[in-house]
């Protein structure tokens, strides 16, 4: 507020100073045209005369030069602002690539430094919306032409029993995943829209962090995964729901990525205000080129999409713990499994 308060000083100041710089050449211009004038006949300007005629003259002068420096001046300081109307206009047709450089003075300054961040963020708005919608319309169109495929089957063929449970068992599964993935886009766009955490209570961390491993329990049984916990009793002051979500979306994928019989480590430490939390899973790992990109949406590591999953999860946890004053991070190596690290305030 006080720094809007100190621009908006600064610009009737400028325009205070160039009004009267405008007066000033006015009035010098003027007098000296007058004078020349009268030296020369031009105007006559005798005590015994009246002076109604010369005000008369001496006016339309000084009217004629004001106006002729007024257009002259204008152009100064109005050059930056048709600099600005170009810009804005070639940012309205949607060239996000256009800069502005203004270097006099340091408010334009500040203009110009504003409106290209500006700019830049609308191009990496625009970059991201394209990759979003690609990406989005071919996780949805993938298990679409699935179900239209093994549904059109079933309508022109007569398959046996067990022929017909398996395209069933595909459509069920495609659904699901269908489903699934509405579900998740429509709960990271709420997530997204949020700029105010609301609802927040006083609970056991830890305690949230055991039912979550439980929920997944048909998941890492499967697999026969081993976990080895060590945590802390931590209370802490958070949105309950939302922080679920980032715990079931970390185990998830630390299931998900581990090797059958594998083992999963689980840690939480309180450490100077925050509450640590890390799991270590004993898959694949990630390469120093993927780990860059796998808090982007809809960015999958497993290229070949042997492993289910959108690309939404991390996305999701990022957001939450944002909102929270949180951060994750990632530690890995190729062949060497993930530790995701969690740092939250209590």
């Not at 048709?82 to 408010?107: C, F, M, W």
């Not at 997530?191 to 609970?203: A, G, N």
Request: hydrophobic letters at 45%; proline letters at 3%; a neutral charge.
């Amino acid at each position: 507020m006080k720094k809007r308060a100190g621009v908006r000083i600064k610009i009737t100041l400028l325009t205070t100073g160039f009004v009267f710089i405008l007066l000033v050449l006015t009035m010098f211009a003027s007098n000296a045209i007058i004078i020349f004038a009268i030296k020369h006949g031009w105007i006559t300007a005798r005590p015994e005369q009246s002076i109604i005629p010369f005000l008369f003259q001496s006016g339309i002068i000084s009217i004629i030069i004001g106006t002729a420096i007024s257009l002259f001046m204008s152009r100064l300081p109005l050059r930056p602002l048709h600099t600005l109307i170009q810009a804005i206009h070639e940012v309205s047709v949607g060239n996000y690539d256009v800069k502005i450089h203004l270097e006099h003075p340091r408010e334009f300054q500040e203009l110009s430094e504003c409106f290209n961040q500006m700019t830049a963020e609308l191009a990496g708005t625009e970059m991201f919306r394209s990759d979003f919608i690609n990406n989005f319309s071919h996780e949805f169109k993938t298990p679409i032409v699935s179900i239209l495929g093994f549904a059109r089957l079933l309508r022109s063929q007569v398959p046996d029993g067990c022929q017909s449970r398996e395209y069933l068992d595909i459509i069920i599964e495609e659904s699901r995943r269908l489903s699934d993935l509405s579900a998740t886009v429509l709960n990271l766009s709420k997530v997204e829209s949020l700029t105010l955490l609301t609802d927040k209570t006083v609970y056991s961390l830890s305690e949230q962090i055991r039912e979550s491993i439980l929920l997944l329990e048909s998941k890492w049984s499967k697999k026969q995964i081993n976990f080895d916990i060590d945590m802390e009793e931590v209370i802490i002051t958070a949105n309950e729901p939302l922080l679920k979500q980032v715990w079931m979306n970390l185990l998830d994928n630390a299931v998900k990525f581990s090797p059958a019989e594998g083992r999963i480590t689980i840690t939480l430490r309180l450490n100077i205000g925050n509450a640590v939390f890390t799991v270590k899973d004993q898959g694949e790992g990630i390469d120093d080129k993927t780990i860059k990109f796998i808090f982007d949406k809809f960015y999958q590591g497993d290229t070949s999409h042997n492993i289910e999953g959108n690309g939404l999860g991390l996305p999701l946890v990022k957001k939450i713990l944002e909102l929270h004053r949180g951060e994750v991070s990632v530690q890995s190596q190729a062949k060497k499994g993930c530790i995701f690290i969690v740092r939250l305030p209590v």
